[in-house]
């Protein structure tokens, strides 16, 4: 009696075993293949904290950010950001701009005209301002990931 209790025992662990093992693999890789959008960005070796927002309409461009986050550039390599939490097939716009003095702040010249590196996605310069959603939006897919955006 005392054999045939202990193989049962032995069965039921090794398939709890299993079944835990099965569990665990099956969160770490449904996390791991979640969709994230990778953004590579260049600085031409300019050196500072790099400040990056996201946008998911063209009524929030510039006014309400989806999403923000800074990267540590200061040994000015280039970096790659992954964003996460966006939906496939859904416009967005990125900016970003290189706080080369600490100051946390685009810092500007008297005519509003930026004095520290910035970037769009799309690698789109505004003329006499910000360029448009339309003309700095990303769609998305999981294709044509990454991105790259330059800052200069």
């Known amino acids: 009696m005392k054999l045939t209790t202990k193989l049962l025992f032995m069965k039921q662990s090794r398939i709890l075993f299993f079944a835990l093992a099965f569990l665990t693999t099956s969160f770490v890789f449904s996390q791991e293949n979640k969709p994230t959008l990778k953004v590579n960005f260049s600085s031409k070796g300019k050196k500072g904290i790099l400040y990056i927002a996201v946008y998911d309409s063209e009524d929030n461009f510039m006014k309400v950010k989806l999403q ?37 702040t685009l810092d500007k010249n008297a005519f509003g005209v930026p004095m520290e590196p910035y970037g769009f996605s799309n690698n789109v310069k505004g003329y006499f301002g910000p360029p448009s959603f339309e003309e700095v939006k990303v769609v998305f897919l999981l294709k044509n990931n990454p991105i790259s955006i330059i800052i200069d």
């Open 68 to 104: 923000k986050q800074k990267i540590d550039m200061s040994s000015g390599e280039n970096t790659q950001l992954k964003i996460g939490d966006l939906v496939v097939g859904k416009e967005y716009a990125i900016t970003s701009f290189l706080d080369e003095n600490g100051n946390e």
